[in-house]
């Protein structure tokens, strides 16, 4: 009794404070959705909703401390629906197998792969002896073959003979899903295309995209090189026109989110915007007397940071941006506090109900990291009214601690997904960030406002020479010795744990809240103990990676470039694939058992059989049978990428759809188990009512 009594009035000592949980309670629910190994069914969610529902009428019988429990229960039930919501609401056909032929569609947006190709992100699709039910609504194809840079205007119709698959899966059990994030992109088939591209049809509707453009033409007309390329990311998101040195260098400095239209962008252009209306109404006394200039001041950088977020093509990160703006203007309008953690946890919750799937990605967990952390760090210096010396020293030690604290917040998240850490990103920073603040974006808002008279050139010529000095810094400190080094992937729990550690100690009231310190340090260890699979096998057969004291061995040097960069990054040590193949042993043990790579038509055809304590990895499929276990691309499409490890001196084996379960996105038969479903809702159960096949 005396446990429960303290459990409740630790409770009862949050309110006031249990608003802020309300997206980590959203986030729970969604993680439960998308860490499900079987895809629910649709009366999994009603009995969510029904559970929350029943909660949510039984709180006024409930004591005020349990009351908190139950709420987060509800918003946990109501984060669960708005994933498999989401899910269900985005369900496009995805190609399931492998199409060659003539490709017709509607250009929706053009943009640059990795490998450095023009991709093409192409709706309204028409594909050969393919029905309509059956086409996906979007694709996206990369030119290769040395075809010409293009320019390809939104809303005109192409055509070409193209390679066409359906969206791969992870490269290794728990990486990253790639099935996954285009099921929400709404891509359902990847492709590329040595043809020529054919225009059939002018341009018609995409205005917005089109003026998009428009403008990153012109702005790269008057700035040549990586500089108009930089001037017309930062402007409109187009990135077409950068090198791969260029944003490696910013990579490497971590300054690639001063490419990207995300928080720091829309911040500073609605801050510039405010500071100069409020100005403006300043310079008259009698309307700062009369009129509330400073809620004017936020409904004018409101509407421009509406603006930005069109001009952009509102993106994911940018829309993200963007609400976390407008509710930090919408709190100036209303007399409130405009940085506290009110503001940051309404704005993640309203990104998780519109985006549930944002949960997962590097972009919402670095973004409400560095807000979060800057915004107790800043509060609490307010707080015990901690000054920075001199006003000269304030502005440079306010943005060297600002780019401090980001970076560590958004360090781990970074060196998850990316396995990098950039030892001198800080300084980067620091000599970059007001930069872009002082010159860049004023430069742009003058360029904009300047345009219609044809002065543009005025307000480009000062981004051209902000930029260059970023790109400068950016060179400078990616050339460095130690500029950048790598860290081994963690498992799937070691952010989630580390997250709540952190959360649990913001966010909770009392001296309990350093009980957050325990899942920190546990996830911290966790993530130095793990040990890399000993091989890994792409779901092709076509490529294995052997782990050897010196690093991954590769078992070719050429082919399979994608998967083989991504085991090696992984891996924490991302050398060259002619150098990991070096390294290939000549046997290979695995707890009794020895690993052998049969690949190429000739071996093949020399085949002649294989032990029982073998483990054949064949980039083909054989028509008889054999006593050793046989890893090829018939046996590897049902199983996804293969990792083998070793564990008290057995054999483990752990396949990518085991670890990502069968889902809507990666299943063929989860998804028209959904489509029938859909029509039995729609039709009823009599098949004559439904559309034909």
Not at 347 to 370: D, I, N, W
Not at 447 to 473: R, Y
Not at 680 to 690: A, V
Request: with cysteine.
């Amino acid at each position: 009794m005396r446990v429960a009594a303290r459990i409740g009035s630790a409770l009862l000592a949050q309110r006031g404070h249990l608003f802020c949980w309300v997206p980590v309670w959203l986030g729970v629910g969604i993680g439960v959705y998308f860490s499900m190994p079987v895809e629910p069914g649709l009366s999994t969610g009603g009995v969510a909703v029904l559970l929350g529902s029943s909660a949510f009428w039984g709180l006024r019988r409930l004591r005020q401390e349990a009351a908190p429990v139950v709420w987060a229960a509800i918003w946990i039930a109501i984060g669960f629906c708005l994933g498999m919501g989401r899910a269900h609401l985005v369900a496009a056909p995805v190609l399931d197998w492998r199409y060659y032929g003539a490709v017709e569609g509607r250009v929706v947006a053009v943009d640059r792969s990795a490998s450095d190709a023009v991709r093409l992100t192409l709706d309204d699709l028409r594909l050969d002896r393919m029905a309509a039910q059956n086409t996906p609504h979007q694709l996206r194809i990369s030119l290769h073959g040395g075809q010409p840079f293009t320019r390809f205007d939104a809303g005109s119709r192409v055509m070409m003979t193209a390679f066409l698959s359906p969206p791969s899966g992870p490269v290794e059990p728990g990486g990253f899903d790639f099935q996954r994030h285009a099921w929400f992109q709404g891509l359902g088939a990847i492709g590329y295309t040595r043809a020529p591209v054919l225009r059939i049809a002018p341009a018609t509707g995409a205005h917005v995209y089109r003026m998009r453009q428009s403008i990153s033409r012109r702005i790269q007309s008057r700035l040549s090189g990586d500089v108009g390329g930089f001037a017309a990311a930062v402007t409109t998101g187009d990135r077409s026109g950068m090198s791969q040195d260029a944003l490696d260098a910013l990579r490497v400095s971590n300054m690639a989110h001063l490419l990207a239209i995300s928080g720091l962008h829309m911040g500073l252009l609605v801050a510039f915007v405010f500071l100069v209306i409020r100005s403006i109404f300043a310079l008259i006394p009698a309307f700062v007397l009369r009129i509330p200039s400073k809620k004017i001041a936020a409904g004018v950088a409101l509407m421009a940071a509406v603006g930005y977020l069109a001009l952009s093509g509102g993106n994911v990160a940018t829309e993200r941006a963007f609400i976390m703006a407008a509710v930090g203007l919408v709190a100036v309008m209303l007399d409130r506090r405009v940085l506290s953690l009110r503001a940051v946890a309404l704005a993640a919750t309203l990104v998780l109900v519109l985006r549930p799937e944002s949960l997962l990605g590097p972009g919402f967990q670095m973004s409400f990291a560095a807000t979060t952390a800057l915004i107790v760090v800043f509060g609490a210096l307010r707080d015990w009214r901690v000054t920075f010396g001199p006003a000269w020293v304030r502005p440079v030690a306010t943005v060297a601690l600002s780019s401090l604290v980001a970076g560590a917040a958004t360090a781990p998240v970074a060196a998850a997904h990316f396995n990098t850490v950039s030892h001198y990103g800080l300084l980067a920073n620091v000599v970059s960030v007001p930069v872009m603040g002082l010159i860049v974006v004023p430069c742009a808002v003058i360029a904009a406002c300047l345009s219609p008279f044809g002065l543009a050139k005025v307000g480009l010529w000062g981004m051209g020479l902000g930029l260059d000095w970023i790109l400068n810094v950016a060179q400078a400190v990616a050339a460095l010795d130690g500029a950048r080094g790598f860290v081994p992937s963690p498992s799937w729990g070691v952010l989630p744990l580390l997250a709540l550690g952190a959360i649990w100690m913001i966010l909770w009231q009392g001296r309990a809240r350093w009980i957050g310190v325990l899942p920190v340090l546990g996830a911290i260890w966790y993530w130095g103990t793990q040990e890399r699979p000993l091989v890994l096998v792409a779901d092709t057969g076509r490529v294995v990676g052997v782990m050897t004291e010196n690093g991954r061995a590769i078992s070719k040097p050429k082919g399979g470039g994608f998967v083989v960069r991504n085991w090696l990054e992984n891996d924490g040590t991302p050398s060259s694939q002619a150098k990991a193949a070096l390294l290939w042993p000549e046997t290979i043990d695995l707890a009794g058992k020895s690993l052998r790579i049969v690949q190429g038509k000739r071996n093949i055809d020399a085949f002649t059989g294989c032990k029982s304590s073998e483990i054949l990895v064949m980039s083909h499929t054989l028509s008889q049978d054999y006593p050793c276990e046989i890893l090829n691309p018939k046996t590897l499409a049902a199983t996804g990428a293969i990792a083998i490890s070793v564990i008290n001196g057995h054999l483990r084996v752990t396949s990518a759809r085991e670890v990502s379960g069968r889902r809507l996105w990666n299943d063929p038969d989860v998804r028209h188990t959904h489509d029938r479903q859909t029509q039995i809702n729609k039709y009823g159960s009599n098949p004559q009512d439904s559309p034909e096949p």
